[in-house]
């Protein structure tokens, strides 16, 4: 039995699903210049004003830990963490007290890695984004239609809820700033 679930049956397995799924099973892994920058699947960190932000990290984006917070509703520390991550986004975006903020930019994933946010907090980022770059109204027009092209329906049609990729939203971002002979934050 050692033999056959321990060796055999992932050795078929993996085979499979690289015959399959052949990006997937290799990591979803994003090249640019011929250079892996990074995986579809795990959230990474960025912290830069000229890119969208992902959610926040119990972990910091640290792949080999995995895990959230695990601070429940009445934790006087998340309740601190949260009022610390509205603070500097309402001072980044230059916006008031009352603004509402999406809540996937003020609360951590379960998993800590998680590599989307929503359309809504996508689209919060926008003006903050073409500010750092400085992209003018047009611009900052086709940034709110690059969400929506980036934009990931649910999956099966009722699982989840519509996202947007972070990492793959930024590629696509440099490459805009790139075509407008913008700076594009390099």
Sequence with gaps: MTIILGILYPLVITGITQAIFPHRAKGSLLVTEGKVIGSALIGQKFESERYFW?????????????????????????????????????KAHALCE???IPLDLLFTSGSGLDPHISPEAAKFQVKRV?????????????LNQLIDEYTEPRTLVILGEPRVNVLKLNLALDSLGAKLGKDNGK
Excluded at 59 to 69: A, F, M, Q, R
Excluded at 77 to 84: D, G, P
Excluded at 130 to 142: I, L, S
């Design 130 to 142: 073409a500010r750092a770059r400085g992209f003018d109204r047009n611009t900052e027009n086709r």
């Design 54 to 90: 992902p959610r926040p990290s119990a972990i910091d984006y640290n792949p080999l830990p995995s895990g959230g917070s695990n601070l429940g509703p009445t934790s006087a520390e998340l309740q601190k963490q949260i009022a610390s991550r509205r603070s500097m986004l309402l």
């Design 98 to 100: 009352k603004t509402i």
